[in-house]
Structures are given as structure tokens and as C-alpha cells.
């Protein structure tokens, strides 16, 4: 009699004694993102102008932060609505990484941003060329309200990796506004055109900074990294430590999505008949001292024959 087929559904479904998390991301709004996506991408055009206008590093570093703010916005807006998508027969695990490969990129982006500021700052501090401070004051100021506005829209909604690299690029780009905003009251009250450079230099290296801890965080996340709150040793003692364990091995604990550990090992027991209890209490001990929920382990006999 021929086998009835698998619903994929049924076998990402998660039953009683299954870790409780979801392989998908659900009730996250993405109109925070847009709203501020739109109001990145339309003042980033109005300093792309200005900035040449004025003939401003500062400005036009602005400038080029927020058009990479947009486009980190955008990569964020699309990374959830990916991650929101349940598991497949394909993609077992869901959507949840695209969050995390995101914010990645993105912050590979911005250490090129800083890269090309600090090239532009170097030429102009050994040859300083004329610059419109009273333009970069007034646009400047403007960016600097904008980026604000866009700053509180996203610390509304902060609860994920790649809504924080957003949140990250805007900070670091209102950092740029108020630099551009002292370059320009600077050179257009003194006439000093190294200081449009220098302050850019600065703002570079607080950019730089910020983007390296979210390269390290969505690198690690996306590397299987055991997550910074658990202890991969206690675990393991803990383990050991339980009534009928005799040892632990093949152990590897990683985030399934940001803040959800899963846990899968070899154990070791003398009998299959004691392996139930020892699960459960296995189960129940990682839960209540390290918040891992969803286990998966493999009995063992001594001697490290499979039962």
C-alpha cells in the first residue's frame, strides 16, 4: 500500500516537549522601517546636491551615509519581510538569518563609507579646497532634525539585530550632521578649511567604532556562534552533572533566531531504560539554569555505543 504524502507543516510543527519558539518572525510591523526609509532617501537627495554645492566633505560624507542609511533601511525592511516566511521543505530552519545576513552587509558597506571619507579627508588636509559654510550650516542643521526624527521612529521598534544596525548607521550618521554643522559654523565664522576635514576624520572613526560591533555580532550569529549569555562549559558540567549521565560529548549549542539557544548531544547512560527520566530531567535542568529550550539529544550506551 503506497505511503500516504509528508506535509512539510506537520514536520515543523512543534508539539509537546518541543522547544516553544517559532522558525518564523511574527507581529514585527515593518512601518517603522519604511517611514524611515522614506525620510532618509528624500533628505540624502537634498545633501547629495548641497554637498556639491557647498563643495563640503563633511556634507557630502552626510550625504553618502544617508544614502547608505537608506539602503541599510531598506536591506532591514526586506531582510524582515523574508524572515517573517514559515519554514519549507527547502529551507527547514525558515527565514530568521536574513536578518542577520543583512545587517552584515550592511556594516560591510559602512567600512567602506569610512574608508572613502577618510581618503577624501587626508587629500583635503594637505590641499584644502574652498568650502560654503553657510550652506553646510543651514543643511546640516536640517539633517541633523531629520536624523533624529528617524533615530526615535527606530528605537520604537529595536527588538532585532538588523533593526539595531539601522538604528546604528542612523546614530552614526546624525554624528555626521553635527559635525558637518560644526565644519560649517567653523569655516563660516573663521574661514578655516581644515576643519571640514578633520571633523570628518572624527565622525569616521566613531562610525567605524559602532559598525564593528554589529559586524561582530552578525557575524557571530550567522557563524553558529554559542550565544554570549551561555556558558558552552557549564553547560556541558551541568549536564555531566545530572543523575544517570556518565558523559557528554558531540555537544553544540547556537541561536536557531536571536535569543532562542538550541542545544544538540550525544549522552551517555548505562541503560535504555533510564534514558526517559534522564531526558526529562536533562530538559528541564537546561531550561531552568541556561534558558535552552529547544534539546536534542542522543542516548549513548557506555562505551559509546548509540542505543
Known amino acids: 500500500m503506497p505511503s500516504q504524502p509528508i506535509d512539510p507543516s506537520h514536520l515543523h510543527a512543534h508539539l509537546d516537549g518541543d522547544a516553544s519558539h517559532a522558525h518564523s518572525i511574527e507581529a514585527r510591523s515593518q512601518k517603522a522601517l519604511l517611514a524611515a526609509l522614506v525620510l532618509t532617501l528624500l533628505f540624502a537627495m537634498v545633501e547629495v546636491v548641497t554637498g556639491f554645492i557647498s563643495n563640503s566633505l563633511a556634507l557630502i560624507s552626510d550625504?553618502?551615509?544617508?544614502?547608505?542609511?537608506?539602503a541599510a533601511l531598506g536591506l532591514a525592511l526586506l531582510a524582515q519581510l523574508i524572515a517573517k516566511r514559515p519554514p519549507s521543505a527547502r529551507h527547514s530552519f525558515g527565514f530568521v538569518r536574513a536578518e542577520a545576513l543583512a545587517a552584515f552587509v550592511n556594516s560591510l558597506a559602512m567600512l567602506g563609507l569610512v574608508g572613502w571619507i577618510a581618503y577624501e579627508a587626508i587629500q583635503r588636509l594637505l590641499h584644502p579646497e574652498p568650502v560654503q559654510g553657510g550652506i553646510v550650516l543651514v543643511v546640516a542643521a536640517l539633517g541633523a532634525s531629520i536624523n533624529l526624527l528617524v533615530a526615535w521612529i527606530l528605537s520604537r521598534n529595536n527588538d532585532s539585530i538588523n533593526t539595531r544596525a539601522a538604528l546604528v548607521n542612523v546614530m552614526g550618521d546624525?554624528?555626521?550632521?553635527?559635525?558637518?554643522?560644526?565644519?560649517g559654523a567653523i569655516?563660516?565664522?573663521?574661514?578655516?578649511?581644515?576643519?571640514?576635514?578633520i571633523l570628518s576624520i572624527f565622525v569616521s572613526l566613531l562610525i567605524l567604532r559602532a559598525t564593528l560591533g554589529i559586524l561582530r555580532e552578525s557575524y557571530h550569529f550567522l557563524m553558529e556562534g554559542v550565544p554570549h549569555a551561555i556558558d558552552y562549559v557549564q553547560v556541558g558540567a551541568d549536564m555531566a552533572g545530572v543523575e544517570g549521565v556518565l558523559a557528554v560529548h558531540d555537544l553544540h549549542v547556537w541561536d536557531m533566531s536571536p535569543g532562542h539557544p538550541a542545544l544538540i548531544g550525544h549522552v551517555e547512560i548505562r541503560g535504555l531504560e533510564q534514558w526517559p527520566a534522564v531526558l526529562d530531567a536533562l530538559r528541564a535542568m537546561l531550561r531552568a539554569r541556561h534558558g535552552i529550550d529547544h534539546v536534542t539529544l542522543q542516548p549513548e550506551?557506555?562505551?559509546?555505543?548509540s542505543l
Open 174 to 183: 546624525l554624528l555626521g550632521s553635527l559635525a558637518a554643522i560644526a565644519a
Open 187 to 197: 569655516i563660516y565664522f573663521t574661514g578655516w578649511l581644515r576643519a571640514d576635514p
Open 301 to 305: 550506551a557506555a562505551g559509546g555505543k
Open 63 to 70: 550625504a553618502g551615509h544617508m544614502v547608505t542609511d537608506a
